[in-house]
């Protein structure tokens, strides 16, 4: 089981970033999805989640109104889309798959079972 995360990058304050997340060796498309991240010295935290349907999403109020979580279940795959992006954005970003199918979403880090390795995200002003 594992989960790749990709498409981080430096980029300049006001830009943006699509992160994908691709699954193998099973299937998570009957479980929420999450995005965290975590910033030097700073604890992981939660950015946001789909519910395992696709129709439900929750933010962090950092950056809501700023990025968009998206899911390709036939691809196993969710996307992260970051636009108007600022420095304090910047981080490691991790994605996580829920602890079990059809759960409801969790901000918990610790709700999490599965995680990607993370890609970094810098945001220079």
């Known amino acids: 089981v594992q989960l790749q995360a990709s498409g981080g990058g430096l980029v300049q304050a006001g830009s943006f970033l699509r992160l994908s997340c691709a699954a193998s060796?099973?299937?998570?498309?009957?479980?929420?999805m999450g995005w965290f991240r975590q910033a030097p010295g700073k604890e992981r935290e939660f950015v946001t989640a789909?519910?395992?349907?696709?129709?439900?999403?929750y933010y962090a109020d950092s950056v809501r109104g700023r990025f968009t979580i998206s899911r390709d279940s036939a691809k196993n795959t969710v996307y992260l889309q970051m636009n108007s992006l600022k420095p304090e954005d910047t981080a490691v970003y991790y994605c996580?798959?829920?602890?079990?199918?059809?759960?409801?979403?969790?901000?918990?880090?610790?709700?999490?079972?599965?995680w990607g390795q993370g890609t970094q995200v810098t945001v220079s002003s």
């Open positions: 996580a798959a829920d602890r079990s199918p059809y759960g409801s979403i969790q901000y918990a880090a610790a709700r999490y079972d599965y």
């Open positions: 789909i519910s395992w349907s696709g129709d439900s999403t």
């Open positions: 060796g099973r299937t998570f498309s009957n479980y929420v």
